[in-house]
């Protein structure tokens, strides 16, 4: 998974890289026979949409399953990711955006590093997300917007009033307008086993979905040692991992028993 040149300087230029069929059907069909038991688990964070009945993101998935907690050291993703991010990384947090068929909610937009800073303490967050399509992400299930090269602003101000990711940390809506008016706005879809790495920076984030589609996507939020803060206890593991412990890719026999249960 060595980036070709062309890909780094489009990920420094735009604030993401995509990364279409990263992983097989296979793969992804042993992945998601994993959610029912990360749904069973009681340490992982649940929060729930508007309506307090329909799921709207799992916390924590890699703490205590086998098969997630791989998926973080996989070289296609975390070998990408220190050449994206930074070269010693740890995971911040891991989720299931679940976004249901006719009823997953939007999100605001809004900076990841802005609540790293906000409630993690982070000073200076460095890192990035990779997100792994668990279903195939089209123009009707809600895929996430994205303001190519917002990230080269860094942490921007936050509007005053809550948004539907129900905190104060949203983008005010003239900026946004601001930016999409010089840079458009794009929605990067694919089939399962995609991927898509995102700058901390890169303001995004998503519309409803009213379609008949669900649109998993596993996340992995990525930090850089250097600008690690102590975790904050008053966050439960879940949410601010006490574990920063530089990762390191798996290694060839390990990758071939990560998705053979057992």
């Known amino acids: 998974m060595k980036l070709t040149t062309e890909a780094l300087k489009s990920y420094e230029e735009q604030g993401f890289l995509f990364i279409p069929e990263c992983f097989s059907r296979e793969e992804i069909s042993v992945i998601c026979d994993q959610i029912p038991n990360v749904m069973d688990d009681e340490a992982v964070g649940r929060v729930l949409e508007d309506d307090q009945k329909t799921l709207r993101t799992l916390y924590g998935v890699h703490l205590n399953n086998r098969i997630f907690r791989d998926l973080v050291r996989h ?4 070998a990408v990711a ?9 995971v911040f947090r891991s989720k299931i955006v679940m976004k249901p068929a006719f009823t997953g909610g939007m999100w605001g937009w809004h900076q990841d590093s802005a609540f790293a800073q906000y409630y993690e303490r982070i000073p200076s967050p460095q890192g990035g997300n990779a997100i792994l399509f668990l279903d195939e992400v089209n123009e009707f299930n809600g895929p996430v917007y994205y303001i190519p090269g917002s990230h080269q602003q860094g942490i921007l101000e936050a509007a005053n009033s809550a948004s539907t990711t129900n905190s104060s940390l949203a983008i005010a809506p003239e900026t946004i307008a601001k930016f999409a008016s010089v840079q458009g706005i794009v929605a990067p879809k694919g089939l399962a086993g995609s991927v898509l790495f995102v700058h901390y920076d890169t303001l995004h984030g998503s519309v409803a979905n009213i379609s ?4 998993r996507n596993f996340v992995i939020t990525y930090s850089s040692i250097e600008n690690s803060a102590l ?3 008053e966050r439960p593991a879940f949410l601010s991992n006490p574990d920063l412990t530089p990762l390191i890719a798996l290694s ?5 028993r990560i998705f053979t249960l057992g």
């Open 75 to 78: 070289p296609r993703l975390l």
């Open 82 to 90: 220190q050449q994206l991010f930074a070269s010693e990384l740890y």
């Open 231 to 233: 975790p904050n206890k």
């Open 212 to 215: 008949p589609w669900d649109r």
């Open 252 to 256: 060839e026999d390990e990758l071939d």
